[in-house]
């Protein structure tokens, strides 16, 4: 044992490691798996979108690698080396698609819900496979995290500032962090924000950071991200489902005359 390392040993002051069971080490494993994959895809169909940029070629389809968006690939008339690219693209995505489906087949058929995987999936933008993700990747909540300013800081989503005497930095998150975690925090928001049913208060935090959906949307992003982070351990700690708070009261007018 390193010389510096003892004399923490002997002080008592020996920094603790988290080790998880058997079990969550292997379904981390899968759901980290099925993240990357996921990425994978999403940056193939960047460079399929950036095949038709670069030949000048627009289109109107909300979703390119539906059927409809998938015939309209097929019918184009392109040089011979972007068709080659493009085709090559298409069968990647294909194939990820396919391991993706029966990865997602497995877990709707193993993953079992416990207690807080129920409970997770009560907050709006979380299902069932974020859940489990969350899960997860926290492990012993009550026994890792003192409160939930230190969950959030594990998940990456607390923000950081490199002022200096005078000088006032901007804001950031932190590269050392869960990066599993932080993702899974960002999707529910991206979820809920798409939502038709997002909760008011997250709602009304997105707009004022983005001033209105004007400018700061990443940024309003992880903000919410934050938000949910915090329902979690609040949710999870005390063993209650999640219900949305109530519309603050608007002030009342004085009414009496002069």
């Known amino acids: 044992m390193p ?9 008592g002051i020996f920094p603790e490691s988290y080790l998880s069971t058997p079990d969550v080490r292997q379904l981390r494993e899968r759901l980290r798996y099925r993240q990357a994959l996921v990425h994978l895809r999403g940056g193939m169909k960047c460079r399929v979108q950036a095949i038709l940029h670069r030949q000048g070629i627009l289109h ?3 979703d390119l690698f539906g059927k409809g968006g998938r ?3 097929q019918t184009l008339a392109l040089p011979e080396a972007c068709r080659a690219a493009l085709d090559g693209w298409l069968e990647q995505i294909d194939l990820l698609q ?3 489906i029966q990865l997602e087949d497995w877990m709707a058929q193993h993953l079992e819900e416990d207690e807080i995987t129920r409970l997770l999936k009560t907050i709006p933008g979380i299902g069932l496979i974020l859940a489990h993700v969350i899960q997860a990747e926290i492990g012993q909540l009550a026994e890792r995290f003192p409160s939930r300013r230190h969950l959030a800081s594990y998940a990456g989503l607390a923000p950081l500032a490199d002022d200096s005497a005078d000088r006032h930095g901007r804001r950031h998150i932190a590269a050392a962090c869960n990066h599993t975690l932080r993702w899974a925090f960002i999707e529910a928001a991206g979820c809920v924000l798409r939502s038709k049913a997002c909760p008011t208060n ?3 935090l997105h707009n004022r950071l983005t001033h209105g959906g004007r400018a700061n949307k990443q ?3 992880v903000a919410v991200a934050r938000e949910l982070c915090e329902l979690v351990y609040g949710i999870w700690k005390k063993g209650e489902p999640y219900r949305e708070p109530p519309s603050p009261a608007r002030p009342k007018r004085d009414r009496r005359r002069d």
Request: charge should be positive; hydrophobic fraction near 50%; charged fraction near 25%.
């Open 98 to 100: 396919e391991h993706l």
């Open 60 to 62: 109107d389809f909300s």
């Open 202 to 204: 997250l709602r009304c």
């Open 3 to 11: 010389t510096a390392w003892a004399r923490f040993w002997l002080r």
């Open 71 to 73: 015939s309209f690939l």
């Open 219 to 221: 940024q309003a992003k």
